[in-house]
């Protein structure tokens, strides 16, 4: 464990993110070798466009997820807050930071309460899988129960937590703690990763132990490498350069889980709503975006997320209209063209 305050590292976290260089810069989602087949006589008007999902039970306006960013500071408090009304607006999903701050020092369990501003809306709790191994299932439940928590992710990060300075050294027992948690948690448990990608192995292990919702969070959008590379003195960050761009492309990991069976959140790299469409096309259930949401906050407010997030449907209803796509059901059907690096990918981890 780090022997810094975690207050201070959410802190270098969120100054980092805005301006610093923590995008991949080589390799990317792969979401550009995705081809849309365009239909010039689509017979639908976008009014009748309906975007309409449900997600861990959960009815949701638009197939959308602000994912986990950050907690356990006083800024931390107002970004969750305003986006968690972002998101109540919207009726879209909100995903919260890692709770980790709030288990070991409640006090700051503040930061991430954010339903008197999203009573409605599907909220996700948010805890390192290193930490839930730790703990038992009750503690973890009082955490998800603090914030009134829907779900709660646990969050897979072994490329970050090894380039961290003062990291997370050890990762056995990691599936034993997802099997307790199904089986004893009374809420859904969701397994995510945090920009390296998630494989059909690893997704048919997770299902095998009664997980049945995944967040891919593929590479080629904010590398949490190249974050704590950033903060580390000069021999961990030579490490951290060497695996600055590890990861599974977002598009490969998405299509590389379909046919399992499990709810798919597609995050990592998503940036408009023709990302948006082109990874539910590729079988997820959502898209989670938080780098492009958490700059805007930072440039604007709400107002500026407000208008990120209608940027993000209204180009995903466009995509629709001229795939003839009438709902999601539709755009999951429609034909695509997947270019030779994504299918390279699916030719060794399976998928559409």
């Known amino acids: 464990m780090a022997d810094e305050h975690i207050s201070d590292r959410k802190r270098s976290h969120l100054d980092l993110c805005e301006t610093g260089p923590v995008e991949y810069a080589g390799k990317t989602t792969l979401l550009e070798e995705v081809d849309l087949v365009h239909d010039a006589l689509p017979e639908l008007a976008v009014d009748e466009i309906d975007v309409a999902t449900t997600l861990l039970g959960k009815p949701l306006r638009a197939p959308l997820l602000i994912t986990g960013m950050t907690g356990g500071t006083g800024e931390a408090a107002a970004i969750n807050q305003g986006l968690a009304a972002v998101a109540e607006a919207h009726g879209i999903a909100f995903g919260l930071g890692s709770q980790r701050a709030m288990w070991r020092a409640p006090e700051l369990g503040y930061t991430f309460r954010v339903r008197d501003h999203a009573p409605t809306a599907l909220v996700l709790a948010n805890l390192g899988l290193v930490q839930a191994a730790a703990l038992p299932t009750r503690e973890i439940e009082a955490l998800v129960r603090g ?25 056995r027992g990691g599936l034993d703690t997802f099997r307790r948690l199904a089986a004893e948690l009374p809420v ?5 990763e945090t920009g390296c990608g998630i494989s059909r192995a690893v997704a048919e292990r997770l299902r095998a132990v009664g997980v049945r919702t995944l967040d891919v969070s593929g590479a080629g959008g904010t590398s949490w490498v190249k974050v704590e ?12 350069d060497e695996f600055a761009e590890w990861g599974i492309p977002t598009a490969a990991a998405v299509a590389g889980v379909d046919g399992l069976g499990l709810a798919v ?11 948006v469409a082109k990874a539910l096309a590729l079988g997820a259930t959502v898209a989670g975006t938080a780098l492009p949401v958490f700059r805007a906050w930072r440039e604007g407010g709400t107002a500026a997320v407000d208008a ?20 999601l059901a539709a755009l999951r059907r429609a034909p695509r063209v997947l270019g030779p690096r994504l299918r390279d990918w699916l030719g060794i981890g399976g998928g559409a």
Do not use: W
């Open 308 to 327: 990120y997030v209608s940027r993000l449907v209204d180009g995903l209803r466009t995509a629709m209209v001229l795939t003839g796509s009438r709902d």
């Open 147 to 171: 914030v009134g928590a829907d779900a709660i992710c646990i969050h897979l990060n072994p490329a970050q937590e090894l380039i961290q300075p003062g990291g997370d050294r050890d990762f």
């Open 229 to 240: 590379a950033l903060r580390a003195e000069a021999a961990q960050r030579a490490l951290g």
């Open 188 to 192: 859904p448990v969701v397994a995510k």
């Open 265 to 275: 959140i597609a995050s990592g790299g998503i940036r408009t709503g023709l990302d």
